[in-house]
């Protein structure tokens, strides 16, 4: 079992830890969108009883036991592109994506 952060990753979430009080970064999932689930990406303040806790590149990476079966093994990666900047998961639970790419489906 292991979330993976990219290099990238792992330097955008250090950004936004660098002067908060922040412990890591929550990784998870919520109901939502057509294909049935949308990933949550947020700053931890602080574990929550039943995290499982990962290590990626000094990162604490904080993910929800109802989550981590859906998320279990994604690398998570930071893209820039001109204007755009934006987080990309390759999820190797993922069986298909919705066509606006904000939603996916597990089998």
């Known amino acids: 079992m292991a979330i993976t952060l990219t290099e990238s990753a792992a330097d955008r979430v250090q950004s936004y830890l660098d002067g908060s009080d922040g412990k890591g970064l929550r990784f998870g999932v919520r109901k939502t969108g057509c294909s049935g689930f949308a990933y949550v990406v947020d700053i931890a303040s602080e574990a929550n009883l039943d995290d499982h806790v990962f ?6 990476v904080f993910v929800d036991p109802k989550s981590l079966e859906l998320v279990d093994g994604t690398t998570i990666h930071f ?4 204007l755009a900047e934006t987080f990309v ?3 190797p639970n993922v069986s298909a994506e919705c066509g606006c ?3 996916f489906t597990v089998d």
């Open 101 to 103: 790419g904000e939603s």
């Open 79 to 82: 893209e820039k592109q001109e």
């Open 89 to 91: 998961f390759k999820n």
């Open 55 to 60: 290590q990626s590149r000094g990162i604490e």
